[in-house]
């Protein structure tokens, strides 16, 4: 079955960090874009990086850059998201997306992980 | 940025009616190098994550209903449900995908009558 399975979400204090785990199964991620996209509760979908799978192809939207580092596993079939100096507005349920061939709409979402940034 | 509107917020129609959603961008999305709109649709029911409508403003994801239809082109867009079952109650969202960063509409809350 094809599926994304995230991890590493938790309750964290302003200014820390976390990483968070996108385990894919039944197909090959580094065949495919990838990104992560947030939802604050009862807010609406936020994109916040992308890992296109040729070389530059890197991309942050600009309240997580120079905070945020996506990367992936090939071995592992699993992309990550490094998150630091967390803040309160990151607050979030953050989905693992796949994207569709060349283009960056998503046909595969995984059941998210929450991340709380809360003193 | 992208800024990508939604209307309205929300929506209340009833069983076997029909439901507008409209989605204008900022500029338009329509890509010449592939005659394209690059605009889809989402559909996310509460608790679930997002799940794929229409892509290229108007072509159905295989298994998506064909009483949801997508049309539009450039920077205006609408997705119709054509006769509305309880299961569509949910909230639709529209993401353009012509350039970085990929925004989102703020979202429309389908709700029946």
């Known amino acids: 079955e094809v599926q994304l399975l995230e991890s590493g979400g938790g309750l964290v204090q302003p200014g820390g960090s976390l990483r968070l785990s996108c385990a894919a199964s039944?197909?090959?991620?580094?065949?495919?874009?990838m990104s992560w996209v947030r939802q604050a509760p009862g807010k609406g979908l936020e994109w916040v990086s992308g890992?296109?799978?040729?070389?530059?192809?890197?991309h942050y939207a600009d309240p997580v850059k120079g905070r945020f580092t996506i990367s992936r596993d090939n071995s592992k079939n699993t992309l990550y998201l490094q998150m630091n100096t967390l803040r309160a507005e990151d607050t979030a349920v953050y989905y693992c997306?796949?994207?569709?061939?060349?283009?960056?709409?998503?046909?595969?979402w995984g059941r998210g992980t929450l991340v709380t940034v809360s003193s | 940025d992208i800024v990508v509107t939604q209307s309205p917020d929300s929506l209340a129609v009833s069983l076997g009616e029909r439901a507008t959603i409209n989605c204008k961008s900022s500029?338009?999305?329509?890509?010449?190098?592939?005659?394209?709109?690059?605009l889809v649709w989402y559909q996310q029911k509460p608790g679930q994550p997002p799940k794929l409508l229409i892509y290229?403003?108007?072509t159905r994801e295989s298994g998506v209903p064909d009483r949801f239809s997508g049309s539009g082109s450039g920077t205006d867009f609408t997705l119709t449900i054509s006769s509305l079952q309880a299961e569509d109650v949910a909230v639709y969202y529209c993401?353009?995908?012509?350039?970085?960063?990929?925004?989102f509409g703020q979202g429309t809350k389908l709700e029946i009558k």
């Open positions: 997306a796949k994207a569709v061939v060349n283009y960056w709409y998503f046909d595969l």
């Open positions: 039944g197909f090959t991620l580094s065949n495919y874009a």
């Open positions: 890992f296109f799978y040729t070389p530059g192809g890197i």
């Open positions: 500029q338009s999305v329509l890509y010449s190098s592939n005659n394209k709109n690059h």
């Open positions: 290229w403003a108007s």
């Open positions: 993401q353009q995908y012509y350039t970085t960063p990929y925004t």
